[in-house]
């Protein structure tokens, strides 16, 4: 099983839609959780941290299900400057397979929306 | 206002030259980061450094060197060892353990 898994997309999502999409992890002791949105050829930028009382910016919900071992990103009205690709970073043990610092990135969601 | 700052944006090199891709941050955080990234691609830990005069290889540490002779400073070296070089090359650092990345604005290096 890979250690941050992400369905790569591409989600195709009308205007003013509901959108969600989930990101599973392996290391049942991973510690913090992030959402990033990274826009073609440019840097990621941090969109969420993720607590695990779930949280919310504007727009924007981030949940953790600690049992299940995923966080969530769920984007009410999109707009079409939402459309980017969406990346889950999980802080994990690196000797549970976590990357050498025990961040570990998934590959993103594609989320494409559309007018 | 704090922040990263990768120079240059763009870098075009010959092969077999070493090339040095520069990041600052202003941010007073300890950790600093290298990642690489391909198109299609995650991002891939080159180094990583916790604190000044400390620095550890990453997942992919191969044909780069990297210094940290001061806390805002961390540059990359690509030498002419990496086999595949051409990539989009991000630099980041954070404040603590659990603390989320931030990232520069990135460097583009093209070998031919």
């Known amino acids: 099983r890979k250690e941050v898994e992400q369905d790569p997309g591409p989600f195709n999502v009308p205007e003013g839609a509901t959108v969600a999409f989930n990101c599973t992890y392996s290391n049942s002791a991973s510690q913090s959780f992030f959402w990033y949105r990274q826009d073609c050829r440019k840097e990621p930028k941090l969109l969420m941290s993720?607590?695990?009382s779930g949280n919310e910016d504007g727009r924007f919900t981030a949940q953790l299900n600690r049992a299940s071992q995923y966080i969530s990103l769920l984007i009410r009205d999109s707009k079409l400057s939402d459309s980017a690709t969406y990346l889950c970073?999980?802080?994990?043990?690196?000797?549970?397979?976590?990357?050498?610092?025990?961040?570990?990135f998934g590959k993103g969601t594609h989320l494409i929306i559309q007018p | 206002d704090g922040g990263i700052t990768q120079s240059p944006k763009y870098l075009f090199r010959k092969e077999g030259q070493n090339v040095t891709l520069s990041c600052e941050q202003n941010?007073?955080?300890?950790?600093m980061y290298w990642y690489r990234q391909d198109p299609g691609q995650g991002l891939r830990l080159i180094y990583y450094s916790q604190i000044v005069n400390d620095f550890q290889k990453g997942d992919i540490a191969e044909g780069y060197s990297v210094s940290r002779e001061k806390k805002e400073s961390f540059p990359l070296t690509v030498t002419s060892a990496q086999k595949n070089p051409t990539a989009f090359y991000l630099c980041?650092?954070?404040?603590?353990?659990?603390?989320?990345?931030?990232f520069g604005n990135g460097t583009r290096l093209t070998v031919t």
């Open positions: 980041a650092s954070r404040e603590g353990t659990n603390s989320p990345l931030h």
């Open positions: 993720v607590y695990s």
């Open positions: 970073v999980v802080n994990m043990a690196r000797s549970s397979g976590g990357g050498a610092d025990g961040l570990t």
């Open positions: 941010l007073n955080h300890d950790a």
